[in-house]
């Protein structure tokens, strides 16, 4: 299904467009569920703040479907469509690891939608880090880049199993760079 720049069906939609004959999918990796729960932390603590002020309303009497409807509209226009966007970028990101490329997709919103394709002889290597004290299975992730993508380094958070994708990345990347200097000797 496709929602102005949203498109449920991405994943299939990138491996169609970025993969060439020959060229094989390594890893397709979305983030962790934990990504889209620490996102959305305030939003929880202002819909407790609603939630208690329509408790107060009732306790006291006060006038309850104003309140109510004023709370639903105010928690509408400031936590829904915040939690929306969260949930959309949480669910739609990923990144597709191949034998040639490394590609990034950026899902923001409805009407934002990024795709980065890294070629792996731009990248010089790879690292990940734990996060939180290393208590849930994910950490971060940094690609850093030879050149290209304005920066030398790209960090991706909440990357599930992040030291396993690594260290796939890196397998693939010596793959690759053994496999450009055996043509050049050939």
Known sequence: MRFFALDTNIAQKIRQRY????????????????????????????????????FL?????????????????????????????????????MFLVTTEKIVLVDQTSFIRHEEKPIHLENVGGVSSATQYLNLFPFGSLTLHLKEGLGGDAVKLRYVPHAAHVASAIADVVTRYQRRGHDIDAA
């Open 57 to 93: 309303a009732w306790k006291y009497e006060w006038p309850l479907y104003e309140i109510i409807a004023g709370s639903v509209l105010l928690w509408l226009v400031f936590v829904f469509f915040h939690v929306l966007r969260e949930f959309i970028d949480w669910r739609y990101d």
């Open 19 to 54: 993969c060439t004959e020959g060229e094989e999918e390594v890893l397709l990796t979305r983030y962790h569920w934990l990504s889209f729960v620490f996102k959305s932390v305030r939003e929880m603590m202002i819909t407790a703040v609603f939630l208690g002020v329509i």
